[in-house]
C-alpha cells in the first residue's frame, strides 16, 4: 500500500518540479508601498474635532529598507465619492517637498461646525515611487461656538437631590417620521451620564464627561448615533451620578463645581429626506428616581434592584408617575469638545482563589491589583443584601486589610430583586482592589459567577519591554498595571484611598515613563489645557490638577515644575509641537512666578513636599537620604527654566531664548554658591541630591564626573540601594548610565532586598507601591495614612529600561523618533532584553541576546524616520543579517565610539551580530 501511494507521490513530484522551479525563478513581488493609520488630531475619523486647523498624520507602510518620505498630497473633499475621483475638492495641499508625515495642518477654507469632510493622503519616497492614494478617512467637526446649543440644561426639582443621594433618571420619548440618515448626539452634565436609546447603552464609554475643571471647560461627547433610532417612535434615558462634579472628594469635601446634577442632551437627526430635526433636553422630559440609591467614587455604589424601572428608557414604559424638570439659563462658553480618550472596560479578570480569612471573611483573589469593579450573576430572595468590599491587600495573618483606604468604603451594595439570576455591576464608582470581600451572600462564588473589569482610559499599548530575568518583567507589567490603574480620565495619584487627585508631581516624575507604555498624547493634551486653565493669574501651578483643593495659589517645586516637565516629555514623544506652543505661556508663566519668589536668586521660600517618600529607614542613619527641600526647588526652577529654553528655540522665540538662557546662568551660579563646595561636595550627601544637579546639569564641568563618583560611593554605602523619593527616582539611573556607571544602575534595579524596585514584587506585588515599604521587611505595613499599593511614581525606572536596557530613544533634534538611537546596554546578568514601541511613525525595536558570547541585536526602523545604532562593546568583525557591516550597503558612517562602534541605518529590519567585549575579558 505504501509502496503505491509513494511512487504516486514521487511521479506527481517531478510532474511538476518544473513549474516549482519557475516559481522560485520569478523575483519576489516587492510588497506594496502604501500609506495607511491615518489620524486626524490622533484620532481615527474623530467626530467632534474644535481645533480650527486640525492636524493630519499617516503613517508609510513598506518592508523596504531606506525609505523616506520626500513629499506628499494631501486632498479634502465634503463628498467621499467626488473625493476618490479627485473632484469637488475643498482643499488639496498639492505636491508638497516635505518628510512630514504628522501633525501636518489641514490649510483648507474654514469648517463650520458639524461639517464632515473627507480626506485621503498620497506620498513620495526616495526611490522613486509613490503610493496610491489612501483609503478615505473622515474628520467631523464640533460644535464650534456656543450658539450652535439650542439644548437647554436640565435639572430634577428634587430637595433631597443632594451629594449621596439617589441618582435621578431622565427620560423623553419622540417620533421620528422618516428614515433616518444620520443622528449625531451631542451631550454632557453636570455630574456623570449614562445614556440609552430604547433601552440599550449608547457607547462604551464610562464616567462621561470626563473629569477637567469644569467650570472653565466642560466636555461634551459625540456620538454617532444613527443604528440606534427607529424610524417612529424612540425613548431616550440618561442617569446621572454625582462623580467628580459634586461627589466626595479630598478631606470629605463635596459640590466642588456645583450642587445640582443637570443634563445637556442635543440629538441632531438628519432624515433621507434632508430634513433635520432636533431633540433636545427641554422642559418636556420627565425626571425620577431609580434603583441607583447612592454613588460615589471613593465610597462606592448602593443599588436596590427592587427599585428598578424595568424598560425605563424603552417606548412600552409608563412614565405617569414621573415629575417635570425644570430648565436653567446656564452659560455653554464652557463647553469644549473631548480631547483624550474615553474611560474603557478592560481585561476581565476571574477570581484565582475563594476562600475564608483566619477571621472567618468570605474572599475572593483576582490575582491582579487593578482599578474597575466586580460584576457578579448571583440569584437570592426579593430583599436580601449582598455587600461587596474592595481591599488591595490581606494582612500579616491573611485577613481582608482596608485601613489604607482612609475614609474611603470601597463598598458597592446590591438588594436583590428576587428574579432568577440578577447580574450587577456599578456605575459611577470604581475600585482599586485585588480582593473582594463578600458578606450577605453564603453561596459559593466562582469564576461562573464573579469577575473583575479593568477600567481605563483607553490609551493604545504601545510599548513592550521583556527581560530574561522574571522579577523584571514582573517589574514591568507591574508599572504598566500602575498606568492602567491611574490614568482614569486625569493622571491620579492612586485609586483606592478617599484621594485620587491629579497630583502634579506624581504625574511629572511618570510621564515619561507613560509615553513607551501607552499612547498618552490625547490623554496629556487634554490634561495639561486643564492645567493651564487652573494656573493662577500669578503662575503658580496647583498641587492637583483638576484643581480642587483650597490652596489656589499655592505651588511647590517637582510638583508644579509639570508645567514645563509634561509638555516637554509630550513633545518628545510625539514631536508635538503644538503642545509646546499651546503651554509656551503657561510655562513661562511658572518660570515667572518662581522669579518673583527667589531671594538672591533663590528660590527658597514657600512649601515643597521635597523628595516625597525618599528612604527614612533606620538600617542605616536616620534620615540620612534627607535631601535639602530648598536645594531640590533650586534645582527644578533650573530644569523649568531650562526646559522653557528649549520651547523657545523650538517656537523661534530668539528673544526669549537670550532672556531665559542669561536667567538659567544666573540660578546655577546661585546653585553653587548655595549648595556646593568649591570641591563639588553637595550640602546634602544624598543620592536625590547628586542625582538632581547632574541631570539638570547644575554643576560646572569640571565638577561632574567627580559628583558622580560621590554618587556612586553614596549608592555603596547603602550597599546597592535607592534612597531616593519621587523627584530623584526618575534620574536616578539615566545619570549613572550618563557618567559611564550603568554597572551600578544595574545594581540598583536587580536589588531584591528593600529599598528597591524588586522588593516589592518578590513581596507579592502587582503594581508599583506608593512607598519602598508598604509591606516592612518584618510582614507588618506602613503607616496607613499613607500605604497606596498602586502609585506610579516609582515605576518611573521604566523610561530607563526602554532608553538604556534596550536602548530606544528619540533624538532631542528630531523628535517623535524621527531621529532614533538605538543603543542597548547589556547587563544585570540579563541574557536578553526586547523592546518594542508603536511610535507615530511605526514600530521600533531594540531587541539582544547573548548567547555563547554572541551578542545578537535585531533592530526595526520604520519607514520615513532614520536610526543611529550603537552597539555596544564590539569585539571583531561585525554582521547584520550575515554580511559583514563594511560591505553592507544599508549601513553608513560607521566609527567606533570608545568601545562601542556606532553607524547610521535607514527603515528597515536589521539583524546585528558580534563578539561581545566583556564577554570576552570575562571568559
Ligand atoms: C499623594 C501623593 C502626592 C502627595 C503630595 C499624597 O497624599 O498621594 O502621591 O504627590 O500627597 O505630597
Not at 427592587?306 to 405617569?320: Q, V
Not at 452659560?331 to 481585561?347: S, Y
Not at 489645557?529 to 490638577?545: E, T
Request: glycine share 8%; with cysteine.
Amino acid at each position: 500500500m505504501c509502496k503505491k501511494v509513494c511512487t504516486r507521490v514521487i511521479i506527481l513530484f517531478f510532474s511538476f518540479l518544473p513549474l516549482i522551479v519557475q516559481a522560485q525563478k520569478v523575483p519576489p513581488v516587492p510588497p506594496p508601498f502604501r500609506v495607511d493609520n491615518l489620524v486626524c488630531e490622533y484620532k481615527i475619523n474623530p467626530i467632534s474635532v474644535d481645533e480650527a486647523a486640525p492636524r493630519l498624520g499617516w503613517k508609510l507602510i513598506t518592508r523596504d529598507r531606506n525609505i523616506q518620505q520626500i513629499a506628499y498630497e494631501i486632498r479634502v473633499g465634503s463628498n467621499a465619492v467626488s473625493l476618490l475621483k479627485g473632484k469637488d475638492l475643498l482643499w488639496t495641499s498639492g505636491k508638497v517637498n516635505s518628510n512630514e508625515s504628522l501633525h501636518v495642518y489641514y490649510g483648507g477654507p474654514a469648517l463650520a461646525s458639524r461639517q464632515k469632510v473627507y480626506w485621503q493622503v498620497r506620498v513620495w519616497n526616495n526611490r522613486q515611487q509613490v503610493t496610491p492614494w489612501s483609503m478615505v478617512n473622515s474628520w467631523k467637526m464640533g460644535l464650534l461656538k456656543p450658539a450652535d446649543w439650542s439644548a437647554k440644561w436640565i435639572e430634577n426639582n428634587y430637595l433631597s437631590d443632594t451629594t449621596g443621594g439617589p441618582c435621578p433618571m431622565f427620560r423623553k420619548t419622540f417620533k421620528l417620521d422618516h428614515k433616518v440618515r444620520a443622528a449625531h448626539l451631542y451631550i454632557t452634565a453636570h455630574g456623570l451620564y449614562e445614556a440609552q436609546f430604547n433601552g440599550k447603552r449608547i457607547s462604551s464609554d464610562y464616567f462621561a464627561p470626563g473629569w477637567t475643571s469644569y467650570n472653565k471647560r466642560l466636555q461634551y461627547q459625540v456620538y454617532d448615533v444613527t443604528a440606534d433610532l427607529l424610524k417612529g417612535d424612540n425613548a431616550v434615558g440618561v442617569t446621572l451620578g454625582d462623580g467628580w462634579y459634586r461627589g466626595y472628594t479630598y478631606n470629605r469635601k463635596k459640590n466642588v463645581y456645583g450642587t445640582k446634577l443637570g443634563l445637556l442632551f442635543q440629538l441632531e437627526v438628519v432624515y433621507t429626506n434632508g430634513k433635520r430635526i432636533l431633540i433636545n433636553s427641554d422642559k418636556t422630559w420627565k425626571v425620577a428616581y431609580g434603583p441607583i440609591r447612592s454613588s460615589s467614587f471613593f465610597d462606592g455604589e448602593v443599588y436596590d434592584a427592587r427599585k428598578e424601572k424595568k424598560g425605563w428608557s424603552t417606548i412600552a414604559y409608563k412614565d405617569l408617575n414621573w415629575d417635570s424638570v425644570r430648565t436653567i439659563d446656564t452659560v455653554k462658553e464652557n463647553l469644549v469638545a473631548t480631547f483624550g480618550p474615553p474611560v474603557r472596560k478592560h481585561e476581565m479578570f476571574k477570581p484565582i482563589k475563594v476562600f475564608t480569612t483566619p477571621a472567618g471573611e468570605h474572599v475572593v483573589d483576582f490575582g491582579q491589583n487593578l482599578v474597575g469593579w466586580v460584576q457578579f450573576k448571583l440569584n437570592a430572595k426579593a430583599g436580601d443584601t449582598v455587600k461587596l468590599f474592595h481591599a488591595e491587600v490581606l494582612d500579616q495573618k491573611g485577613n481582608f486589610y482596608t485601613k489604607n483606604l482612609r475614609t474611603a468604603k470601597q463598598e458597592n451594595v446590591y438588594v436583590f430583586k428576587g428574579d432568577s439570576v440578577e447580574t450587577f455591576e456599578p456605575h459611577f464608582t470604581f475600585q482599586g482592589f485585588r480582593y473582594l470581600k463578600v458578606e450577605g451572600y453564603e453561596g459559593q462564588l466562582d469564576s461562573t459567577n464573579v469577575a473583575a473589569f479593568a477600567l481605563y482610559s483607553d490609551m493604545v499599548q504601545t510599548g513592550m519591554f521583556s527581560t530574561s530575568n522574571p522579577l523584571i518583567n514582573q517589574l514591568q507589567h507591574n508599572i504598566q498595571w500602575g498606568q492602567k490603574g491611574n490614568f482614569i480620565d486625569v493622571p491620579t495619584d492612586c485609586p483606592q484611598r478617599d484621594e485620587r487627585m491629579g497630583w502634579t508631581g506624581d504625574a511629572q516624575a511618570f510621564s515619561r515613563t507613560a509615553t513607551f507604555n501607552m499612547d498618552v498624547a490625547g490623554f496629556f493634551t487634554k490634561w495639561l489645557k486643564d492645567l493651564s486653565a487652573d494656573q493662577h493669574k500669578n503662575g503658580a501651578v496647583p498641587y492637583v490638577i483638576p484643581n480642587m483643593l483650597d490652596s489656589a495659589s499655592a505651588a511647590a517645586s517637582g510638583w508644579s515644575d509639570v508645567a514645563t516637565i509634561v509638555p516637554w516629555n509630550i513633545y518628545l514623544a510625539y514631536g508635538d509641537k503644538k503642545v509646546l506652543e499651546n503651554q509656551y505661556p503657561s510655562m513661562t508663566a511658572w518660570v515667572g512666578y518662581i522669579t518673583r519668589h527667589t531671594r538672591n536668586g533663590l528660590w527658597d521660600t514657600g512649601n515643597h513636599f521635597g523628595d516625597w517618600l525618599f528612604y527614612a529607614g533606620t538600617d542605616y542613619e536616620d534620615g540620612a537620604a534627607l535631601t535639602d527641600k530648598n536645594l531640590i526647588a533650586q534645582a527644578f526652577y533650573a530644569y523649568s527654566t531650562q526646559l522653557v529654553i528649549n520651547a523657545a528655540t523650538i517656537l523661534g522665540k530668539e528673544d526669549d531664548v537670550k532672556k531665559y538662557t542669561a536667567l538659567l546662568a544666573d540660578i546655577k551660579k546661585a546653585f553653587q554658591a548655595e549648595y556646593v563646595t568649591p570641591n563639588g561636595r553637595m550640602i546634602s550627601g544624598t543620592q536625590t541630591s547628586y542625582v538632581l544637579a547632574l541631570n539638570f546639569d547644575l554643576l560646572p564641568e569640571n565638577l561632574r564626573e567627580s559628583a558622580a563618583k560621590r554618587l556612586v560611593n553614596n549608592i555603596e554605602d547603602y550597599d546597592e540601594h535607592i534612597t531616593t523619593g519621587f523627584l530623584g527616582t526618575p534620574y536616578i539611573c539615566h545619570v549613572l548610565s550618563r557618567f559611564g556607571h550603568t554597572d551600578i544602575a544595574y545594581d540598583l534595579l536587580m536589588k531584591e532586598s528593600y529599598p528597591s524596585w524588586l522588593y516589592p514584587v518578590k513581596n507579592g506585588a502587582t503594581t508599583i507601591w506608593e512607598r519602598w515599604d508598604g509591606i516592612k521587611p518584618n510582614g507588618t505595613f506602613e503607616d496607613p495614612e499613607m500605604n497606596s499599593f498602586n502609585h506610579y511614581a516609582y515605576g518611573a525606572i521604566g523610561d530607563w529600561m526602554y532608553r538604556v536596557i534596550a536602548g530606544i530613544n528619540t533624538d532631542e533634534g528630531s523628535p517623535g523618533f524621527h531621529k532614533i538611537n538605538i543603543f542597548p546596554h547589556p547587563g544585570g546578568k540579563l541574557t536578553n532584553a526586547n523592546a518594542e514601541l508603536e511610535t507615530l511613525y511605526g514600530k521600533v525595536k531594540s531587541a539582544w541576546s547573548i548567547d555563547n558570547g554572541i551578542f545578537t541585536l535585531d533592530v526595526i526602523v520604520p519607514p520615513n524616520t532614520t536610526a543611529m545604532v550603537t552597539l555596544p562593546a564590539v569585539d571583531g568583525p561585525v554582521t547584520e543579517s550575515n554580511i559583514d557591516i563594511n560591505n553592507n550597503k544599508d549601513i553608513a558612517n560607521i566609527k567606533p565610539a570608545g568601545g562601542d562602534m556606532q553607524m547610521d541605518v535607514g527603515s528597515g529590519t536589521y539583524q546585528f551580530k558580534y563578539i561581545l567585549k566583556t564577554h570576552k575579558k570575562n571568559s
